[in-house]
């Protein structure tokens, strides 16, 4: 979005990322933000960070760099997406307890993929450390044989440009029931 920092950028009154790490907050005992050492991040109370390597820019490199803190199961999802809910994330990792053996289980909306939401188990780990990496992380993803969670589009959604934070402003200030996520 132009000087960075989207994550911090304001939406309704609030930083982007307080909405899916609210929703997040409703489902895992843990929440961690993972960003590069020079992200600037809103202050949120409890905001808890980690610092991913420097190299590559890539979203892989902060699922691998989660996975190898957590020694775990992750839930991952993207700071730029506010319209993620609670009800969403358990759907996930409901999901993700019935799928034994799945390395991965990834958000779908109308035929579209959505890796930076989706649940990681340690098993990808090698997988995705072996990912070349300008790969897509759809590509990447995909290889693992992913189970996946069909979720409403707006779900997927993320805020990537000016017009689209002002199209996140404008469904946030509807009305439930008119359209609003």
Known sequence: M????????TLAGRPLMAYPLEAMAEVCEMVVVVCKRGTALPEIDGLDRWDEPDTPQHPLTGIVHALERAEAPVLVCGADMPFVTADALRSLLMSAGGSR????VIATAAGRTQPVLGVYAPSALDSLRAAP????LTETVAALGSAKVALPPRMLAGVNTPEELAEAEAALALPRGTGSP
């Open 2 to 9: 132009g000087g960075g920092g989207k994550a911090a950028r």
């Open 133 to 136: 990496p300008d790969a897509p």
């Open 101 to 104: 053996g799945a390395r991965a």
